[in-house]
């Protein structure tokens, strides 16, 4: 079982930068591919970013290939997610997940956190 809390979420201006983290509980963290998903207000959920466990293999969602940048320090049971040149439809919440496929399916990840706002402002 793992247990996800994210933070770093605030309102920031558009080109400005924010880094997000996602603590993980459990002593099993490394095992996990872990992702990124965000929800608009009035869209779906999507894929933002994943991390593969051991080699350390991302992904991104080509709206925020070059912008954003997501890693993982299993020492830390911590992954992060930085953003960066911020645009104001990035506006969402932001939610981490773990799961054991490295893909862009969030039906693929297993755990989820209760997510964090982030308010980017023109």
């Known amino acids: 079982q793992v247990q996800l809390v994210e933070s770093g979420g605030r309102p920031v201006q558009a080109g400005g930068s924010l880094r997000l983290s996602c603590a993980a509980s459990?002593?099993?963290?490394?095992?996990?591919?872990m992702g990124w998903f965000r929800q608009a207000p009035g869209k779906e959920r999507e894929f933002v970013a994943a991390?593969?466990?051991?080699?350390?293999?991302?992904s991104y969602a080509n709206s925020v290939k070059g912008r954003f940048t997501i890693s993982r320090d299993n020492a830390k049971n911590t992954v992060y997610l930085q953003m960066n040149s911020l645009k104001p439809e990035d506006t969402a919440v932001y939610y981490c997940?773990?799961?054991?496929?490295?893909?862009?399916?969030?039906?693929?990840?297993?755990?989820w956190g209760q997510g964090t706002q982030v308010t980017v402002s023109s």
């Open positions: 459990g002593r099993t963290f490394s095992r996990y591919v």
């Open positions: 991390i593969s466990r051991g080699d350390g293999s991302t």
């Open positions: 997940a773990a799961g054991d496929l490295f893909t862009l399916r969030a039906e693929s990840y297993y755990y």
